[in-house]
T-cell receptor, first 108, second 117 residues
Framework: EDQVTQSPEALRLQEGESSSLNCSYT??????LFWYRQDPGKGPEFLFT???AGEEKEKERLKATLTKKESFLHITAPKPEDSATYLC?????????FGAGTRLTVKP | ETGVTQSPTHLIKTRGQQVTLRCSSQ?????VSWYQQALGQGPQFIFQ???????GRGNFPPRFSGLQFPNYSSELNVNALELDDSALYLC????????????????FGPGTRLTVT
């Protein structure tokens, strides 16, 4: 059965304090891994698609990487506006499974 | 470009009732997926529709059903509501993934908050 585990559940950072979020997965027939950002009461906002092990994608202060068993979302010098829940999801034929998310709080 | 829209925004129903939620897909997209998100959890895949037919289903009972219309908009119907059905229901649209096995990016609407009392 597909499994997606995100860690930590919650992370509190000071502004400018870089860190990484982890998404470990087991899935048969992986098509891709996605990262989303979700603000309270809103739908997830698409960030990245990763297709194969070794791939990296960057957007502003965020960088996502992928291995055969896990993905990392690196946040460099975060700002308070980066506070949100970050979700990862794995996609296989005819199904998608999300992790429970990491709730990130960045204090000024 | 028009994004994914959902209606209504909020809904309160009584246990045993039926509910219909609506979704309009982003322009240029022909595939719609529905998700249930309980508080503090990630979205759970309910099902996906392409060309007005179900194209994949998660672990949800048959009382969760859907429709897709020729304009690619979609409805989620839930019969015999239970207290545990209280959640944020999300709709996501995408282009059909095809048979090549490539991943497809999904874009989410703002969700419908359903409360069952």
């Amino acid at each position: 059965e597909d499994q997606v585990t995100q860690s930590p559940e919650a992370l509190r950072l000071q502004e400018g304090e870089s860190s990484s979020l982890n998404c470990s997965y087991t899935v048969s027939g992986l098509r891709g891994l996605f990262w989303y950002r979700q603000d309270p009461g809103k739908g997830p906002e698409f960030l990245f698609t990763l297709y194969s092990a070794g791939e990296e994608k960057e957007k502003e202060r965020l960088k996502a990487t992928l291995t055969k068993k896990e993905s990392f979302l690196h946040i460099t010098a975060p700002k308070p506006e980066d506070s949100a829940t970050y979700l990862c999801a794995v996609q296989a034929p005819e199904r998608v499974r999300f992790g429970a998310g990491t709730r990130l709080t960045v204090k000024p | 470009e028009t994004g994914v829209t959902q209606s209504p925004t909020h809904l309160i129903k009584t246990r045993g009732q039926q509910v219909t939620l609506r979704c309009s897909s982003q322009s240029g997209h022909n595939t719609v997926s529905w998700y249930q998100q309980a508080l503090g959890q990630g979205p759970q895949f309910i099902f996906q529709y392409y060309r007005e037919e179900e194209n994949g289903r998660g672990n949800f009972p048959p009382r969760f059903s859907g429709l897709q219309f020729p304009n690619y908009s979609s409805e989620l119907n839930v019969n015999a509501l239970e207290l545990d059905d209280s959640a944020l229901y999300l709709c996501a649209s995408s282009s059909f993934p095809g048979l090549a096995g490539d991943p497809y990016e999904q874009y989410f609407g703002p969700g419908t908050r359903l409360t069952v009392t």
